[in-house]
């Protein structure tokens, strides 16, 4: 079945490298994405990966897509105080449109 | 930046009321989505709706449940008898068809506490 998985915290320090993984069972996931919600906001779409590729940079953000492990990761380089937030993985099927969303990692990033 | 937005922010009501949640999702995008979020677990996939039908639904969307789109730009999730456990942050989303990335746009939410 479709199930997506991630650790639930992580905390890093103001400056530092933070990575974030998420893996995922379904091995006939199209694309996946990476969303950020600050608190008492919606869901922000970060960025996402069309699931052919192994690698995605956009500025600070690179996602990495090892598929035979069925795991992603997001990494946020030069953490910043307002990257503090929840960030969840999903995963689309060719099938469906629909959202499939791990449990949300929630980063803290001490000054 | 056009984005999606959702009233009520916050909608209080007793158990076997009906509530309506609105949406106005982005202009030019054709799909739209309901997902839920109850506090502290993942956020889930209600129901997709394409071209004035719903296209997918999840088995949480029930007899209870029923989507609109009542004009051009308005898209609504109704709950006719609600529940306790009906108590969750609701998100709407939309997509944009030509964008084969299927990105959707998240609004804000609307929190339901039902009593």
């Known amino acids: 079945g479709e199930d997506v998985e991630q650790s639930l915290f992580l905390s890093v320090r103001e400056g530092d490298s933070s990575v974030i993984n998420c893996t995922y069972t379904?091995?006939?996931?199209?694309?996946l994405y990476w969303y950020k919600q600050e608190p008492g906001a919606g869901l922000q779409l970060l960025t996402y990966?069309?699931?052919?590729?192994d690698m995605k940079q956009d500025q600070r953000l690179t996602v990495l897509l090892n598929k035979k492990d069925k795991h992603l990761s997001l990494r946020i380089a030069d953490t910043q105080t307002g990257d503090s937030a929840i960030y969840f993985c999903?995963?689309?099927?060719?099938?469906?449109?629909?959202?499939?969303f791990g449990s949300g990692t929630r980063l803290l990033v001490r000054p | 930046e056009p984005e999606v937005t959702q009233t009520p922010s916050h909608q209080v009501t007793q158990m076997g009321q009906e509530v309506i949640l609105r949406c106005v999702p982005i202009?030019?995008?054709?799909?739209f989505y309901w997902y839920r979020q109850i506090l502290g677990q993942k956020v889930e996939f209600l129901v997709s709706?394409?071209?004035?039908?719903?296209?997918?639904k999840s088995e949480i969307f029930d007899d209870q449940f029923s989507v609109e789109r009542p004009d051009g730009s308005n898209f609504t999730l109704k709950i006719r008898s609600t529940k306790l456990e009906d108590s969750a942050m609701y998100f709407c989303?939309?997509?944009?068809?030509?964008?084969?990335?299927?990105?959707?746009?998240f609004g804000p939410g609307t929190r339901l506490t039902v009593t």
């Open positions: 379904d091995s006939s996931s199209t694309y």
């Open positions: 990966i069309f699931s052919n590729m």
């Open positions: 202009s030019n995008h054709l799909y």
């Open positions: 999903a995963e689309s099927m060719d099938s469906s449109y629909k959202l499939i």
């Open positions: 709706f394409y071209n004035n039908e719903i296209s997918e």
């Open positions: 989303a939309s997509s944009d068809p030509g964008q084969s990335s299927y990105e959707q746009y």
